[in-house]
């Protein structure tokens, strides 16, 4: 199989405080890994491209310095979303994938509600 | 530049009636499509990948087609189980890129 979690898959924060999402692949490797947000019955936006030791690549409209991508290890990407406000809520998900070009394997997903 | 259009939007079907789903795209070096399934507050499912025109994979009552400027998602006889919302998405030589999906319905 190809299992990715995230961790919490809820999360209500106060506005101006940070939340860490974390998204681990359980039984592969994963060199890339993707975060993306998704709005109320609209599709998945991708945020940014995360590569495991490297500075992840961003979307253009996303800013790096709210939204703190880092891929530590090979099963491993964490999102922090920094001083976060109200329009930050939404659907985070993440993905890995496996192999180069290869399909991607979505998490479960974070449901961020910030008040 | 790279797009990926589904249709319909929604698609509401009897529980037996067969039907397909449409993806439209236009992507410099295709590298793969994508078929996904998600649930209302979960994380799309991965379902099937295609490589090359001509191409065809089946899973229970799925089957997916890919021609150079399409994919079908074909449903045969569909249950009520599989009323969900299906995504679509093309990988080029740089990034993969979503449709808007499709909402399926399907009533008992």
């Known amino acids: 199989g190809a299992v990715v979690s995230q961790h919490p898959s809820r999360v209500i924060c106060k506005s101006g405080t940070s939340v860490k999402i974390e998204c681990r692949s359980l039984d592969f490797q994963a060199t890339t890994m993707f975060w993306y947000r998704q709005f109320p019955k609209q599709s998945l936006m991708l945020m940014a491209t995360s590569n495991e030791g490297s500075k992840a690549t961003y979307e253009q409209g996303v800013e790096k310095d709210k939204f703190l991508i880092n891929h530590a290890s090979l099963t491993l990407s964490t999102l922090t979303v920094t001083s976060a406000h109200p329009e930050d809520s939404s659907f985070y998900i993440c993905s890995a994938q496996r192999g180069r070009g290869g399909e991607q394997y979505f998490g479960p997903g974070t449901r961020l509600t910030v008040t | 530049e790279d797009q990926v259009t589904q249709s319909p939007e929604a698609l509401r079907l009897q529980e037996g009636e067969s039907s397909s789903l449409n993806c439209s795209y236009t992507?410099?070096?295709?590298?793969?499509l994508f078929w996904y399934r998600q649930d209302p507050g979960k994380g799309p499912e991965f379902l099937f990948t295609l490589y090359s025109a001509g191409e065809e994979k089946e899973k229970e009552r799925l089957k997916a087609t890919l021609t150079k400027k399409e994919s079908f998602l074909h449903i045969t006889a569909p249950k009520p189980e599989d009323s969900a919302t299906y995504l679509c998405a093309v990988q080029n030589n740089n990034d993969m890129r979503f449709g808007a999906g499709t909402r399926l319905t399907v009533k008992p």
């Open positions: 992507v410099s070096g295709l590298r793969g």
